[in-house]
């Protein structure tokens, strides 16, 4: 079952997620101590390790959808088209060859798109294998008798090998892949959610927590008020600026709406 996230939580707030872990990661691995910290919480390596193949899951999400070209999806039209009717007209035609029948039909159904096609190829496969025996070749006399010859058999591998010589490997839908990558963003918001108030938990130091993002800077007038050195003082943690988080802290073993 997927994980959820609160209602509130917005599409934008998602997709700053992966800017946040990269800040929080990169944070951790440039401040020793503070990832020191966090191991006295449990944070292990497995745990940062998991943070970064989470952020690369995101990243490597092919969220384009598929477009074929004008005369692939002509052909894959007319396959799909003749498979409705072509497939029966097969079955029908080796009635008196029914071993050769139930070699050539096995497991072929109308099907839609590049199934279609997959479908087709077989078929003909199998019905130039026919060749290959004295009761094959009978039936393939058969079926040229039936209405479906050689130059019927020849237009069909034309445009089998039209839609394979353009064969890709498959891309889900717009919808599908947005949906997947929505996923995967919260998933990795759900790691970033329990690991930062994990740190914020356990990390005092001012610097160290704007180096993680999860603190800011704070300003008297038009003065930064420098934090983000190894010669800043612990602060009490009323003392932090924290950035405020859009979400609550969410305990992924609850479920949530």
Partial sequence: ????????????????????????????????????????????????????????????????????????????????????????????????????RQTVMAGLAPKVGDEAAKGVAILLGRIERLKETKEGRAAHAMLAKRGISEAELAHLAKLVAIVQANDKPARPSRAAADEAYIEALIELRHWYLEWSEVARLCITRRDHLILLGLASRRTTGATDVEGDTDVVEPTDEEDIDDVEDPTPFIDPKKPTT
């Fill in 1 to 100: 079952m997927a994980m959820k996230l609160s209602a509130d939580v917005t599409r934008e707030t998602l997709e700053d997620t992966p800017r946040r872990v990269t800040q929080f990661l990169i944070g951790l691995s440039r401040r020793p101590t503070a990832l020191t910290l966090m191991a006295s919480q449990g944070f292990t390596p497995a745990d940062k390790k998991q943070g970064w193949t989470l952020l690369m899951k995101v990243g490597d999400l092919d969220t384009t959808e598929e477009v074929k070209d004008e005369e692939v999806e002509q052909a894959l039209v007319e396959l799909d088209r003749w498979d409705e009717k072509g497939l029966r007209r097969v079955a029908i035609a080796l009635y008196h060859f029914p071993e050769v």
